[in-house]
């Protein structure tokens, strides 16, 4: 497939390696243009182009940005054909992207990108840490392989994102719609606890609405306390799971 990836951060870096090494005809870009990508991200696969281009003649659009980023880029999706398939990578953190307030009043991330986008899209990527997916993908069929939702309105977009996931060396799980897609934000047992095919549907179902903002409160704190100092701007895989199955689960 034709994919352009916007956002080149720790999730971007790793979609663009595993799509491009899957044989897909991959595109991304960051904010501030290809002349400014390191040596890195260029040696991933792919090829570097501005945002306007990373949109054009593709199949697959994927957003790998913080979300408070969904409305600067919307006017790029506005022109996309009605059939291209927008993928979200994004979660809500209030303490890194600002008070949101219809997610504050309830309103489901995923439904606010796609207010802000003003078209369909699906969720995926978003429930696994950066560490965890660019160090533990596994082949299909591993007994260990991690698995993650994929949410979508659509019956098609929803598998064709799965398949998208599959790739990626990770378990595609059906979460259902896009109302249904709280189910895998910050907070909930599914959300960066590398669970398996066998044990993330329990954890979607064992998702309480009400606590899990207050549980990706404490993550966010005990997070920021780690990386204190260190330099690190994403927690390693093992605590980032341990503090999540400790909160989450």
């Keep these: 497939m034709k994919i352009g990836i916007l956002g080149t951060g720790n999730i971007g870096k ?17 904010s ?6 390191k040596a890195d ?5 792919g090829r570097a182009v501005t945002s306007r281009e990373a949109l054009q003649d593709v199949d697959v659009v994927i957003l790998s940005l913080p979300l408070n980023r969904v409305p600067e880029i919307a006017p790029l999706v506005a022109d ?3 059939g291209t ?11 890194r992207d600002g008070r949101i307030d219809a997610i504050e009043g309830g309103q489901l991330e ?32 591993s007994p260990e392989r991690i698995a ?4 979508a309105d659509s019956e098609h977009d929803r598998k064709a994102a ?24 910050p907070g909930t047992p599914c959300y960066c606890t590398d669970l398996t095919r066998d044990e993330l549907p329990g954890a979607l179902a064992a998702a309480e609405a009400a606590r899990s903002p207050k549980r990706r409160d404490l993550s966010f704190a005990a997070v920021m306390e780690r990386l204190s100092g260190s330099g690190a701007t994403n927690p390693d895989a093992a605590y980032m799971v341990r503090v999540s199955r400790a909160l989450f689960m």
């Design 14 to 30: 790793t979609l663009i390696q595993r799509l491009a090494a899957a044989g897909h005809d991959v595109k991304f870009a960051n």
């Design 32 to 37: 501030r243009g290809p002349e400014t990508m």
């Design 41 to 45: 991200i260029l040696s991933l696969g």
């Design 80 to 82: 996309l054909p009605p």
């Design 85 to 95: 398939l927008v993928i979200d990578t994004s979660n809500y953190y209030p303490q």
């Design 110 to 141: 995923s439904l606010w990108v796609a207010k802000q986008l003003r078209r369909p899209i699906a969720k995926a990527w978003n429930a696994i840490s950066a560490d965890s997916f660019a160090t533990k993908s596994k082949p299909a069929g």
């Design 148 to 151: 993650i939702p994929v949410a």
């Design 162 to 185: 799965m398949a998208l996931v599959e790739d990626t060396g990770l378990d595609a799980i059906d979460a259902g719609t896009l109302a249904d897609s709280w189910r895998q934000q």
